[in-house]
């Protein structure tokens, strides 16, 4: 289990705190592609998959989720609830996103465009991609 918490600069102000993230600094991979997780209806659950090559990173702007990580052995829970530090998920974990609070607002910087064919959606090929050696 690779999945950790990486701390962003805070810039504190007066006038309000600032933070950023660039590729290759605060987080190890480049920026491909961003989007955005909100409204999200109470009970509701994101993301039960996995990636081939995606990596990501993933912050809680507003309000809070939690991320449920699972790389076929061990499951770890992660709370989101700042906005100075986020998630970064290596390649080939399973993981989804929950207990997104009202106004939850989840950016992620993805290490990839959009590709539909990284996915792996069901859990048990999750388990047999893992076993195949092809993690990463
Ligand atoms: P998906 O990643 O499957 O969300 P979840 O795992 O929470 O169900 O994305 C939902 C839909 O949005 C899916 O049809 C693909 C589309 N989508 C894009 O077109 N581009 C993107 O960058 C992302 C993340 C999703």
Redesign the pocket.
């Known amino acids: 289990m690779f999945a950790r918490i990486i701390d962003i600069p805070k810039i504190e102000d007066p006038r309000g705190n600032l933070s950023f993230i660039e590729e290759f600094r605060q987080i190890p991979f480049k920026i491909e592609?961003t989007?955005w997780i909100y409204d999200v209806p109470g009970g509701q659950v994101?993301?039960?998959?996995a990636f081939r090559k995606q990596e990501e990173f993933i912050v809680a702007l507003s309000g809070s989720l939690d991320v449920l990580v699972d790389d076929g052995h061990e499951k770890q829970l992660f709370s989101l609830n700042r906005s100075y530090y986020g998630l970064f998920l290596p390649a080939g974990l399973w993981r989804q996103m929950q207990n997104f609070s009202t106004n939850a607002l989840a950016v992620v910087l993805s290490s990839t465009l959009?590709d539909?064919s990284d996915?792996i959606r069901d859990y048990d090929e999750y388990l047999s991609f893992l076993g195949s050696g092809a993690k990463g």
């Open positions: 592609r989007y994101r993301g039960g998959h959009y539909g996915y």
